[in-house]
């Protein structure tokens, strides 16, 4: 059992193997440390196996980037400053 969060080498190592069985036509394991826009991506590689374009592994690829380079989480924050935002606009307004 790993406690905390994986490292960087991990999270590549995991996501290459969930890559692997994606294009297997496997399912993908819990668990993993992967965020949920590259888990995403992933399950949509998987949903088009055996049909899976170059385009799609790409866009899988760009997206683990952004969890590694923090851009996920970055976008992820401004959408829920945004909505909390506009929640308390309407509140002000009632």
């Known amino acids: 059992m790993r406690h905390g969060r994986p490292s960087e080498e991990q999270l590549k190592l995991n996501?290459?193997?969930m890559l692997t069985r994606v294009l297997e036509g496997r399912g993908l394991r819990t668990e993993t440390g992967?965020?949920?826009p590259t888990r995403a991506t992933l399950t949509e590689i998987a949903r088009a196996h055996p049909n899976v374009t170059d385009e799609l592994v790409e866009v899988a690829r760009r997206a683990f980037a952004g969890q590694l380079d923090?851009?996920?989480s970055a976008r992820w924050r401004a959408e829920t400053d945004r909505m909390l935002a506009e929640r308390a606009a309407r509140s002000?307004?009632?």
């Open 34 to 36: 992967l965020d949920s």
């Open 92 to 94: 002000k307004r009632s």
């Open 70 to 72: 923090g851009s996920n």
């Open 15 to 17: 996501f290459e193997d």
